[in-house]
């Protein structure tokens, strides 16, 4: 099947508000792969039309934030969907039909072709929601790549959170400089000091870092990468935050759990993987902030009735 222009088409007539939640389909029904590279043209097309359509953006981080995760060529999607759910949920990508382009053995995405989708996943992802910060989706979208894409963040160009002003990523400053260049001292307390420093200021020595990741000197790269990463799971922290506050009012509002389990919730995903990365990201993170409130409203959802099945349609 072709979804070039149908996908097109559709998309543009149909900007329905995003749900997590897929529609009820049966349960025979299985999606099919199409080629990622197929996608990425038809939704680049689609945002050449609509650049100030955030949806478009936030299907195309999607697209290359599975490719990503998943190291896949062709993803599962509902072809007869609207723009908000034609690509699959990540339980449904191995169950995927085979697409008619099928024929051999999917060849493994390189190293660069990995690299390019995580970058394109960020940066689509950053704007869809600079466009409308609003929907719960886009930023646990969002933290989801950044957390799986933060063991690489020294390989990738582009900077999330990166704004210019006093305090922000996007400020260089001669102490943070100061700092970086103490990395590569052969002093390790020097070294430690100078870490720890970069480390609790991180939100304003990021972009420090991130212009030193290719130095000469092997030790301070590797410093660098290692504070690089502390800061895309900072940035992961904030946006799955983001997301638990911006769906979790509406989630506890429910009387049954969701037919396909809680993992469908926006606040459940993202306060479990709030209260995950927090742990291993660093012991007081886990301990201040919203932890309490989060654990709270996870265990509402808990207690939630599961949802009656419906009954088969007679044949």
Known sequence: MKLGIAIIAAIAAILASLALTEPARCEQDLPENVPVERLVKNMESYIKENPDDPQGFY????????????????????????????????????QAAPSPEAGKKEVPLTGAELLDHLSAAVKNFSTAIRLDPKPALYHLGYAGVLEAG??????????????????????????????????????????SEAR???????????????????????????????LLRFYWEEQALAEYLAAYQRAAGKDVKIKEQPLRGLSQL??????????????????AEAEKGPAAQIEKTLKALEGKPPAKRPAPSPR
């Open 59 to 94: 299907v195309l981080g999607r697209v290359h934030g599975l490719a990503f995760t998943l190291k896949r060529r062709a993803l599962a999607t509902w072809p007869h969907e609207t723009i908000q759910s034609f690509i699959a949920d990540e339980d449904f990508q191995k």
């Open 150 to 191: 933060s063991p690489l963040a020294y390989q990738v160009d582009f900077m999330p959170g990166l704004k210019k002003g006093k305090g922000s990523p996007g400020e260089k400053s001669p102490e943070a400089e100061k700092l970086v260049g103490r990395l590569g001292s052969p002093d390790e307390k020097e070294r």
């Open 196 to 226: 720890e420093k970069l480390r609790q200021e991180i939100s304003s020595t990021a972009e420090s870092l991130h212009q030193r990741r290719s130095d000469p000197n092997e030790a301070l790269r590797k410093e660098i990468a290692a």
């Open 266 to 283: 926006a606040s459940y995903e993202a306060g479990k993987a709030w209260l995950r990365l927090a742990k291993t990201h660093g012991a």
